[in-house]
């Protein structure tokens, strides 16, 4: 625990002027990031006497080891940077906002030539038009079902999509008038951009004006007589109606507006919002968060807006945005969004009429979700509880081990071995901790090996990542060899390390030994480091000797303070280091349970990766052993000659008329041909057919 006036800036250095402040902790990581308008008056208020803070921020303080600041032009600017810094660092003591489920939303992809209807979730792309949330998938489709048969547009996938053209016949939806069927050229790519553009405009809430010209229309055409059309209308007519009727107009004034309610309680808050356009509720999503800083109702509408419209644009970010408490600086998050949409938003507090009425419901869907969510957080927490229990009491541990890594190691009758780490932490999955292994001590198939070798790479980066950031203390000096377990300290910084990995402050890229989710971040840059924290449990996927040899590289490193038990597949058994009888939990046990689904997981991910590598290197032609020719010249050269076997009979100066292929890269290509040419062709014995090369240069 650090003391703060030991890292406590002098008045005089710290700027009164707006800014944005980090505070790190003792390796370099940034654990929390605030803003101000006065930094001065901010920051003193931190190094107060640490009885008179709140628990929160006396745990934050003390936890940090030094405070650095940002000057920005006004509070705006800070509202942005400091919304950048959070996404960025993901700072353990900021309230971070956890989407309580995957919503999904009607987009309409107005990017393509031909625009599509579709089911959509995660993260928004450029030129795609999108509605909602919506609270299940269904609903989008029965919307869209009933929609269709006024606005016909094309909802089918690419491959659908090509076939029909290419066929010439289109989809059941074209020859039943629910799609206007563009990939047969039945209308014109404009006609369907039109349709397209009145489907997003009805949408988006301009539907009065299109019912009445649809009624219009329908009243013409009786006066003309012509009945079928006046029938067709009128049941169009009905469709967007009932379309309409499936979102209850809440907003007599046809408003578009969000409303974000809050509810707490000293632990923590859920957040709802319900997206209103037109009126008529068009989303809803709700987010729970811990307070893991001391913040009220404003800070956590504050910290709700930021995330809401933080990657949002133009017409998604509304012209009102209601709240039950506004943030601390109102006017500076009020211009930050009148920024995002392009004109000016109202942020306010509703106090009479409909809208009032409405925030009490969306208050109300708040507490319910805060309920709820304790309640399955309760029943979570006490099992998981209940499982590091038992395996602390079945092991021997004196704590329960909060953080636990599996290994396992996958394979195909010996080739492409590959391992795998997954990482648990409170019993849940942690997989931005997750890595995977390629073995490189040896070829063939030796678990045992593989096990051993996999450990001490992992373990010798954890120890490499404890001296770059002094966790060993300051009596250590980093020069002497001996003061490491394997020589782990270089002399030159660039130097690789005893094993062959990369220095452990160079950065990993791909062809590094361990790959991940993540990528190695530049030094100091508060950003978590790969391996930097250690298991209180390492679980191998296997019995006596996988356990053996993991324990055995631990203790070639030093390490003599991590647990090891293997978990064997047959008879679920747990095995511990130099025991010759197993550990046997009762099959009911949650503490069982818990490291079967850990040993899963890295069974999962091991064989994934294990099966991208096989697939990876069966496609593998030869042109892949070209030098310098990547893959967008592969295929131009495949699609010019049509096939590696035509490839391979074109003279240099053929190949040189490929656009983007030189004399040097030509002649490379040959050469590269004749070598992987083959001998004579391949036989089929059962059939006698003779194995022609495909368009790949694989055999088949």
């Known amino acids: 625990m650090a003391d703060p006036s030991s890292y406590r800036p002098k008045p005089g250095q710290i700027p009164d002027s707006p800014g944005v402040y980090r505070f790190r902790d003792e390796h370099r990581r940034v654990i929390y990031v605030g803003k101000a308008k006065n930094l001065r008056q901010r920051l003193a208020n931190y190094f107060q006497d640490l009885a008179s803070l709140h628990p929160r921020t006396r745990t934050m303080v003390t936890t940090a080891a030094s405070v650095e600041w940002t000057i920005v032009s006004t509070e705006v600017e800070a509202l942005q940077l400091e919304y950048s810094w959070i996404k960025e660092f993901d700072p353990r003591f900021n309230v971070k906002y956890r989407d309580d489920k995957s919503y999904p939303y009607l987009a309409v992809t107005l990017n393509e030539e031909f625009p599509r209807v579709q089911v959509m979730r995660g993260a928004k792309k450029k030129g795609v038009r999108y509605f909602g949330p919506y609270g299940h998938a269904w609903a989008i489709r029965e919307t869209v079902d009933l929609m269709l048969r006024v606005f016909p547009v094309r909802t089918c996938s690419a491959g659908v999509f090509r076939n029909a053209a290419r066929t010439g016949r289109p989809c059941l939806l074209g020859y039943i008038g629910k799609c206007s069927a563009p990939c047969v050229g039945r209308v014109a790519p404009e006609e369907h951009r039109e349709l397209a553009e009145d489907f997003c405009d009805f949408m988006a809430g301009r539907t009065g ?33 009932r379309a309409m009727e499936k979102s209850a107009v809440v907003l007599a004034d046809a408003t578009d507006a969000d409303l974000i309610a809050v509810a707490e309680d000293e632990l923590e808050a859920a957040v709802q919002i319900f997206h209103v356009r037109g009126g008529r509720v068009r989303g809803q999503r709700g987010w729970v968060t811990d307070k893991v800083e001391n913040v009220d109702t404003s800070g956590l509408v504050e910290h709700a807006l930021q995330q809401l419209y933080g990657e949002e644009t133009g017409d998604a970010v509304p012209k009102e945005v209601l709240v039950p408490a506004l943030p601390e600086d109102p006017d500076a998050v009020s211009q930050w969004l009148a920024g995002r949409r392009g004109s000016q938003v109202s942020l306010r507090i509703p106090q009479r009429g409909d809208k009032k009425d409405l925030m009490a419901t969306v208050q109300r869907n708040a507490q319910q979700a805060l309920a709820l969510h304790k309640t399955k957080r309760a029943s979570d927490l006490t099992t998981r509880s209940r499982a590091l229990e038992e395996i602390a009491e079945a092991l021997g541990l004196d704590s329960a081990p909060l953080r636990i890594e599996c290994y396992d190691i996958s394979h195909l009758q010996g080739d492409d071995v590959v391992a795998s780490m997954v990482v648990f932490e409170d019993g849940l999955a942690r997989k931005s901790e997750y890595r995977r292994f390629q073995i490189k001590g040896f070829e063939g198939q030796d678990d045992v090996r593989s096990m051993h070798e996999v450990i001490g790479r992992r373990f010798k980066r954890y120890l490499q990542e404890k001296e770059r950031t002094g966790e060993w203390g300051e009596t250590t000096d980093p020069t002497d060899s001996t003061a490491f377990p394997d020589g782990l300290a270089a002399k030159d910084p660039a130097a690789p390390s005893p094993d062959g990995l990369p220095a452990a402050s160079g950065p990993v890229g791909p062809a590094a030994d361990e790959t991940g989710p993540g990528s190695e971040p530049r030094e100091d840059d508060g950003r978590p480091k790969r391996f930097a924290y250690p298991p209180q449990l390492v679980v191998v996927d296997g019995g006596q000797p996988q356990v053996a040899a ?24 747990v095995w511990l280091p130099d025991d010759d009888d197993p550990v046997v939990l009762p099959r009911s046990s949650e503490g069982l349970y818990l490291l079967q689904r850990v040993r899963d997981e890295a069974h999962r991910f091991a064989i994934t990766y294990q099966r991208t590598k ?36 074109a003279t240099i100066d053929e190949i040189c008329a490929v656009p983007g292929i030189g004399r040097r890269t030509a002649e490379s290509v040959a050469v590269a041909l004749a070598a992987a040419a083959p001998a004579a062709p391949a036989v089929n014995t059962a059939t006698g057919e003779i194995i022609e090369e495909d368009d790949g240069g694989s055999t088949t």
């Open 209 to 241: 004006t299109y019912i009445r010209r649809l009624e219009k229309d329908m009243m013409a055409a009786a006066e003309e007589m012509e009945y079928e059309r006046a029938a067709r209308l009128r049941d169009d007519v009905e469709a967007l109606k």
């Open 550 to 573: 993991a324990k055995r590289a631990l203790d070639e490193l030093g390490i003599d303070d991590i647990a090891v038990c293997g978990l064997a597949k047959r008879l679920e058994e």
């Open 614 to 649: 096989r697939a990876k290197r069966i496609r593998s032609g030869p042109l892949d052993a070209v030098a310098g020719l990547g893959e967008t010249r592969k295929q131009a050269l495949i699609k010019h000659f049509g096939s590696v076997k035509k490839l391979r009979r």
